[in-house]
């Protein structure tokens, strides 16, 4: 079975900086594109960036910039780098990926980010 698992939320600054890390569970199936969505209290889950599997890259405005998305194929993991944070970052990051012939959607149980002073 197929799990993602993140790690590397926490409590940071305004204008600080945090890492995330999603870790996907197989060798048996290819993985396409991963992402990161978010979502917080009372709204709707929203992509933050996704990354294809040759490379291409996709991003929210709100986050143009300041975050970078990478992976490490050989290690079936995708990262999040987050520069100058914002209080309006302060949400539950989630990491999808699509695995498998049929691009089934894997999600993570998210880690929480919370920006605060």
């Known amino acids: 079975q197929v799990q993602l698992m993140e790690s590397g939320g926490g409590l940071v600054q305004p204008g600080g900086s945090l890492r995330l890390s999603c870790v996907a569970s197989?060798?048996?199936?290819?993985?396409?594109?991963m992402g990161w969505y978010r979502q917080e209290p009372g709204k709707q889950l929203e992509l933050v960036a996704s990354?294809?599997?040759?490379?291409?890259?996709k991003y929210t405005d709100s986050v143009r910039g300041r975050f970078t998305i990478s992976r490490d194929y050989n290690e079936n993991t995708v990262y999040l780098h987050m520069n100058n944070l914002k209080p309006e970052d302060t949400a539950v990051y989630f990491c999808?990926?699509?695995?498998?012939?049929?691009?089934?959607?894997?999600w993570g149980k998210g880690t929480q980010v919370t920006v605060s002073s």
């Open positions: 999808n990926a699509l695995i498998g012939g049929w691009h089934k959607q894997y």
């Open positions: 197989t060798t048996s199936y290819s993985i396409y594109t």
């Open positions: 990354i294809e599997t040759g490379g291409n890259t």
